[in-house]
């Protein structure tokens, strides 16, 4: 399998997460001895100035955190999407691409012979449950409040799943116009606990020992082509080769339609 990683992009994210880091830091810092000067103030202007800067440093301060903090989920956070993506996908055919962070809001795309796949990632380790499209967290009040500090709700995954494949699908219309673009929702991280009850899109995880995993995921999809795959015409002629038949899509083909739409588009 052929791994395309927007690379350049990554290690911007990840120095950005760092600096929003170490200047929230410094802004809390600076907040904090900025209120202290209170105690010390000897004129009104002094005075004046303690007791309103902190006021005007501390939002900025908390602001960058929570900006930090959602980074680093995002583009720090192990274990990094692509490598969970790429881990789960072993033995996948080496015609199949895999693009990460090209095709927003599709984060990562892959393209095998199984088909075309819009793939959204959430790495919460949390308990969660899905029914339908609809989205619940478990954990109470007090989870959802710490889910909001830690900056990591796990949203709607469905909409964003349904956005992302029809962004793919719109950059296939010229070069690949019939070929079907499905989402999923993948969690990366083996920890998370998700109560799966008739998902509108599926719901996978990357690692093996979880149920359902992405590898079966694709080996069912493989199966199911293979029985609805004709069968092959027995051979005219006494040792020639009987022609078996294409199974899904090629994947080069939509590779380089996709890849032509980006150029075009980007």
């Known amino acids: 399998m052929r791994i395309e990683t927007n690379v350049k992009l990554v290690r911007r994210n990840r120095r950005l997460a760092n600096y929003l880091f170490f200047f929230s830091v410094a802004v809390l810092i600076g907040g904090f001895l900025l209120a202290n000067l209170q105690l010390s103030a000897e004129d009104s202007t002094s005075l004046t100035l303690a007791l309103f800067l902190p006021w005007l440093v501390l939002p900025i301060g908390f602001i960058a955190t929570m900006a930090s903090v959602r980074m680093t989920n995002l583009w720090v956070r192990k274990p990094r999407p692509e490598d969970a993506i790429q881990e ?66 796990i949203g709607n995954p469905t909409e964003e799943a349904q956005r992302a494949a029809a962004h793919v699908k719109k950059l296939l219309e010229k070069g690949a116009p019939d070929v079907e673009v499905q989402p999923l929702i993948i969690f990366v991280d083996p920890r998370a606990q998700v109560d799966i009850i008739n998902p509108t899109i599926p719901v996978l995880f990357t690692h093996e020992d979880k149920t359902p995993n992405l590898r079966d995921y694709i080996r069912e999809i493989t199966r199911q082509q293979q029985e609805k795959a004709p069968q092959p015409a027995p051979a005219k002629k006494k040792g020639e080769k009987t022609e078996k038949p294409k199974i899904g899509i090629v994947p080069e083909v939509v590779a380089d339609a996709l890849e032509e739409a980006t150029v075009v588009t980007g």
């Open 88 to 153: 789960g996908l072993k033995g996948l055919s080496n015609k199949s691409v895999l693009y990460n962070y090209y095709h927003f809001p599709a984060r990562h795309v892959l393209i095998a012979p199984q088909g075309v796949f819009a793939i959204i990632t959430r790495f919460q380790e949390g308990r969660y449950a899905v029914e339908g499209d609809q989205w619940r967290t478990h954990g109470g009040f007090a989870g959802r409040i710490l889910s909001i500090i830690r900056r990591d709700s």
